[in-house]
């Protein structure tokens, strides 16, 4: 049996164990109504395929989205290619069984009304927010931007935008940062409370519902951080750390937001191994001593930065579980199980090149450069994305979604 087969049997028993439990002793009735998203682009699964901002980039593009959400040709056979893969962000919630039983008119007819992205998600597939809505069994949450009414989040909301920051770029100004998406975590839980003040007027109705979703505040403040570094490259890590008491205030600020809503259970995300990422490797290089982690060949002062983020997360999730008791906060940890596949790719199902993208083009080993990103017409795709951690260089692949969504489903939501 291939590697990443094993690893999807491996999610499918999590996904039983951690889901239907209790599901089953109330008489079959789902844990959870919806599920409410915050984050960025790791979690984005429409918004900023909508935000003006971001509208239009490269991720709106084939070869994104082809491992998943594919549509058949007219012989029912699944196509990849570029030619024939339809950018409708519907795929998002159909599987492949369900696109095979569907005929060639009715996807035709579907992508003549609502012609998007292929995924609307920054992937050769599903991200981890996917994993956590199909073990649920439940809808996928819709984009807040592309919802009006309160019939169209009253199974979930995704807040999340691809390239928003923590903070916000009024701030990031202030410390000589450039931000490019005018969307912070602040903005995405204004719009929180406004999708529940449409789904319930009073009060304790709304709590009710809350208490009836799941939180999922994906990674948020990697942006940040990356601003920081380009914009800073004399003080390589220097401005970037002293940003984290800020990110971690204001994530702290969001959680009590919707805590004080209602929310019963919550999982928040700590920070990837930023030193890993083909993206800061090939823009930053250096020669200096120790500079790369000898075991991985990632930045070390940048993972450093990733750790110091993620134990003030966890000190500062510590203190809301005493003053909160009677809300479930689980941390999801991004940083072990990807460090773990990039230290020994192989050990995991993985290829032997675990710090290049998959999609883009230069031929250097992290396979990283601006003038060939994915998505772009001068970019190529790797013959096989289940090998690869990085999709584009500055996103994961499905596989390694699927991995780390295992890991984390292990705390039993």
């Not at 491996?10 to 951690?18: G, H, M, N, P, R």
């Not at 169209?152 to 100004?173: C, E, I, R, S």
């Not at 009060?203 to 380009?230: H, T, V």
């Amino acid at each position: 049996m291939a590697p990443f087969t094993r690893l999807l049997l491996v999610l499918a028993t999590l996904l039983l164990v951690a889901v239907t439990g209790e599901a089953d002793a109330g008489g079959g009735k789902p844990r959870y109504d919806r599920v409410l998203c915050f984050g960025d682009s790791l979690s984005d699964t429409g918004n900023s395929a909508i935000l003006p901002a971001t509208a239009g980039g490269p991720f709106t593009n084939a070869p994104y989205g082809q491992t998943h959400f594919k549509r058949p040709g007219a012989s029912g056979r699944l196509v990849d290619s570029t030619v024939e893969l339809l950018k409708l962000s519907y795929l998002a919630s159909r599987s492949a069984d369900d696109l095979r039983r569907r005929s060639l008119v009715d996807t035709r007819n579907a992508a003549a009304s609502e012609l998007k992205s292929p995924s609307d998600r920054a992937s050769d597939g599903r991200l981890i927010i996917d994993f956590i809505v199909e073990s649920l069994g439940l809808p996928q949450p819709t984009p807040y931007l592309a919802g009006k009414t309160a019939n169209d989040f009253q199974k979930g909301a995704n807040f999340a935008v691809g390239g928003a920051t923590a903070l916000d770029m009024a701030f990031l100004k202030t410390k000589g940062i450039k931000s490019f998406v005018p969307i912070s975590l602040s903005n995405q839980t204004t719009w929180f409370n406004g999708v529940l003040k449409l789904l319930a007027s009073k009060p304790n109705e709304q709590r009710k519902l809350m208490a009836s979703s799941l939180f999922y505040i994906g990674e948020i403040g990697l942006n940040d951080y990356s601003f920081a570094l380009m914009n800073n490259v004399n003080d390589t890590v220097g401005l970037a750390e002293s940003l984290v008491p800020d990110i971690i205030d204001v994530i702290r600020s969001a959680l009590i937001d919707v805590i004080d809503a209602g929310a019963r259970t919550m999982v928040v995300t700590g920070m990837i191994p930023m030193g890993c990422e083909p993206e800061l490797l090939a823009l930053l290089p250096s020669g200096a001593s120790g500079y790369y982690d000898p075991a991985s060949g990632c930045i070390a002062q940048f993972n450093r930065l990733a750790q110091l983020h993620n134990r003030a997360l966890n000190r500062m999730l510590s203190k809301l579980r005493r003053a909160y008791p009677r809300t479930s906060i689980y941390y999801g940890d991004l940083y072990t199980p990807i460090t773990a596949i990039v230290s020994s790719p192989a050990t995991y199902g993985f290829g032997s090149k675990p710090l290049a993208a998959c999609c883009g083009g230069d031929g250097g080993p992290y396979n990283f450069n601006f003038t060939f990103f994915c998505g772009t017409p001068l970019s190529s795709t790797c013959d096989d994305p289940s090998k690869s951690v990085s999709w584009d260089g500055i996103h994961y692949t499905e596989a390694t979604h699927t991995f780390v969504a295992g890991t984390m489903l292990r705390v039993g939501l």
